[in-house]
């Protein structure tokens, strides 16, 4: 199994990356297209970023959007023609609650456009997971209690529901195929003394890969280290024990549970992710990333309810370059390192490029 997180794979498309500034002229097509098909989710994380009322993220979002059917193939048809490599399906909501998500992997898996899912894994049965495990390429479940009684306070849902995802994670593995599957770690104060543990648990149940991350709390970087740093020696000892035991040629631990600054600060003008990563939503708006889903004010970069996707993205390249994220995206932010990477390439003085 080769790595399934690192941030280096965007290098893998150099034409992309050299067409992303403004003086370049071309607009390639995103590489890889997170759609949110429905914000509906019948879970109620305490933390849920699209929920809480003190996170930028979601702002906007209603939840009782969902992409029309019609209009769902009308993307994936254009996602096609334009070459688009992969998809993602994320909320907003529960992408296995979306009630079309049957026909639109059916239709993706007779293409070439790879696909995955994130989701709370409380549904992944029927013909949906068999379509997954033979023709998906991962997918992500999302964990935080390690039992039933903490697993129902985390996500305000009845007792036994933790059960039932083990159990749904244990019949998808049953199932066979090549999908990977991952489960991400939301650590917070409740849980921290468990990762070790849980680690254990699900490796020994078949998974692929977990990621351990921080829940966060906040838009402002200190704020988040400030609340996680009274248990962050001790997850960062647990994950790293846990990666010296388990990690193996079939079982990938990436520590994402970290300093949060350097996902917080920008000082740069544009974001070169937004054209490799963008997010369609249930609303049928446009975001450039899922940090700044839903939220209208200064994360809109257009919308396809009256255009086809492929128009949007082909006309008018500044649309890509009026979010400022020096100015726009002070907060929590997925791509910020990415972001930097690519900048330092496209940013290498031309005359010097053959002194490596
Ligand atoms: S800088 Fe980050 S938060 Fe801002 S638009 Fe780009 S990916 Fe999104």
New binding site residues.
Partial sequence: MGLLYTKLKIFHYQAKIDSLPQQSKDILPPVHIRIKPTNACGHNCWYCAYKADNLQLGKDMNKRDFIPKEKMAEILDDLVEMGVKAVTFSGGGDPLYYPYLLDAVKKLAQTPIKFASLTNGSRLQGEVAEIFAHRGTWLRISIDGWDDESYARYRNVKVGEFTKVMNNIESFKNLGGKCYLSISLIVDKENAGHVYEFIRRLKNMGVNSVKVSPCIVSNDGAVNNAYHQPIFDQVKESTRKAVADFSDGHFEIFDSYHALDDKFK?DYDW?P??QILPVIGADLNIY??Q??AYNLEDGLIGTIKNQRFKDFWFSDKNKFLK?N?SV??NHH?I??EK?KMVLEYLYADSEHLSFV
Avoid: E, S
Wanted: aromatic content about 6%; charged content about 20%.
């Fill in positions: 920008k974001c992710y937004l450039p990333c940090d700044k979010i994220p726009n995206c932010c791509a910020n972001n």
